[in-house]
């Protein structure tokens, strides 16, 4: 009931801030404020009625100034264009200064007619003087109240004009500066743009240089691994994957942890020792299956400042220089073998002839001629680095000083057959005692003569066998010698004792006849089959 008497019969009221903001109002203010054009206002001066908005700027100031009640008479316009005499009373309320709030009270005094209605005003003559007296001093107060918010206007303008100013000669100083800074900064935009163009080229020059690094690595085809100060892996190049099992992702990781094919246990130790001395470290270490060697060597890993920071591993494959060095080895102790054997041979050959020649010359021709067939089949040999040389080349060689230069008197027929280097000397030397023999005594001493040097494989016994016939025609008539002399020694020893073979010789009437027969080495490789005639 309380408030229902307070809502209906209450004085109305707002609550506004020290400028005017509204923050609470009452019920019937609407005879007091009313909406205004334009955008909605929350300042009670926009609010407020004709008539009312001087009134009430004054009230509100006094008050907010004094910090005390203050009444004030003031008058409004209705709707209806009459003219209502109000007091207003504002009084400030409890609170923090720094959010101090207003309560403006609205209370009515009286209704006067309009001007339509002033007739009736003059049957009371000092009624209506005195509400003039009263109206003129409102007027003067609202006067006083608008030049003293005219002065302080003013002196604001003046202050915000001196404000002004100063802010407009702060721009200006602003602005010069602006304009300095933008004559650096196209300076450093310049140099920036020099700077860049240097750099780009220093870029290019870079890209350059890393693809001629990286042309270079992979043209010299060497296995490189670049480590850090923990044995990181930084880079490598492409031939590592043939020793560590490397791929582009196991940048970062640690060398140890990649598996590798080399028998290298100490790679560690020495990795370490060459971080701590600086000495580069060169050792030759071989794959797991030993079928490849390589020559590892460790260098510092030197930067920019020459610091060390790291280290260097390549890997050079050394697999043909390690095999040509067996090869030199057992060349060399070949050599010195076939030396001995070669100057026994020539002893014996010498003391062989010496006992049966029956002169001087005799003992020349025939010494003389057997070294020559050495030397024809030593020279066969070491053109082809004393490895396999073809049996047609042996017979060729050794038949060249004897084959007629008008006619056919020699037929060599045969497949290609490769012989060892004790096979070829065997087999040239059995040769060159046959041709002597047969210029001095047989088909070649005679110039309708003619001799047939062939030979074929056969197969016995899961063993391929060599089978040469050397036979002679239209020579003179042959005899059986009495004794068998030193050219046939030397023959069948020479061939059983290097070839483990055997020499069946004939001597038909018509013609010697000599059939050798000598296994070949299972790897004995048959390519095509020339013939040669001459």
Excluded: C
Aim: a negative charge; proline letters at 5%; zero cysteines.
């Amino acid at each position: 009931a309380s408030a229902r008497v307070l809502e209906r019969f209450a004085l109305p009221y707002v609550v506004v801030t020290g400028d005017g903001t509204l923050i609470h109002y009452s019920s019937h203010v609407g005879g007091y404020l009313q909406p205004a054009l334009g955008p909605p206002s929350q300042s009670v001066f926009d609010l407020a009625r004709r008539g009312l908005r001087l009134g009430l700027r004054s009230a509100l100031k006094n008050a907010v100034q004094s910090s005390r009640v203050v009444e004030q008479a003031a008058t409004i316009e209705t709707d209806a264009g009459a003219l209502v005499a109000i007091t207003l009373i504002v009084e400030p309320l409890p609170g923090p200064k720094d959010a101090k709030s207003y309560l403006i009270v609205f209370k009515d005094i009286t209704t006067t007619a309009t001007a339509s209605d002033e007739d009736g005003a003059e049957d009371d003559p000092l009624g209506l003087v005195a509400q003039m007296e009263r109206e003129m001093r409102d007027a003067q107060e609202q006067l006083q109240s608008l030049n003293e918010e005219h002065e302080t206007a003013l002196e604001e303008l003046r202050s915000s004009n001196e404000e002004l100013h100063s802010v407009n000669e702060e721009l200006q100083s602003s602005n010069e500066e602006l304009e300095t800074s933008k004559e650096e900064i196209q300076s450093v935009n310049e140099e920036m743009q020099t700077i860049n163009a240097q750099l780009s080229t220093k870029v290019d020059e870079l890209d350059r240089a890393n693809n001629d690094l990286r042309n270079l690595f992979e043209s010299t085809r060497v296995a490189t691994v670049f480590l850090d100060q923990d044995m990181i892996i930084r880079g490598f190049t492409p031939e590592v994957a043939t020793i560590y099992s490397l791929i582009p992702s196991d940048r970062g990781r640690p060398l140890m942890n990649i598996v590798s094919r080399l028998n290298y246990p100490g790679l560690r130790d020495d990795v370490a020792h060459v971080t701590q001395t600086l000495e580069p470290i060169e050792r030759r270490v071989e794959r797991d299956d030993g079928k490849a060697h390589f020559l590892v060597r460790i260098l510092p890993y030197r930067a920019h400042d020459s610091s060390v920071d790291g280290s260097l591993i390549t890997f050079v494959d050394v697999t043909t220089i390690v095999q040509a060095e067996a090869h030199q080895r057992l060349l060399v102790d070949e050599l010195n073998h076939r030396v001995k054997n070669m100057l026994a041979v020539v002893v014996s050959l010498a003391t062989k002839t010496l006992r049966r020649a029956s002169t001087l010359e005799e003992f020349s021709d025939i010494f003389l001629g057997r070294v020559h067939a050495l030397t024809a089949a030593y020279t066969l040999l070491t053109e082809e680095n004393w490895s396999e040389v073809r049996l047609n080349d042996v017979i060729t060689e050794e038949l060249k000083p004897f084959i007629a230069t008008d006619r056919t008197n020699i037929v060599i027929d045969g497949p290609s057959v490769p012989l060892d280097p004790r096979g070829a000397l065997a087999i040239g030397m059995a040769i060159h005692e046959l041709a002597t023999n047969a210029v001095k005594y047989g088909a070649l001493s005679v110039s309708e003569g003619n001799v047939s040097v062939v030979w074929k494989l056969e197969q016995e016994d899961d063993n391929e066998l060599l089978v040469l016939e050397w036979a002679e025609h239209n020579g003179p008539p042959v005899t059986v010698p009495t004794q068998r002399g030193f050219g046939t020694t030397l023959i069948q020893r020479g061939l059983a004792h290097d070839l483990s073979g055997t020499v069946d010789l004939d001597f038909a009437p018509t013609g010697l006849r000599a059939l050798l027969r000598a296994p070949l080495a299972p790897d004995t490789m048959r390519t095509d089959t020339p013939k040669a005639g001459a």
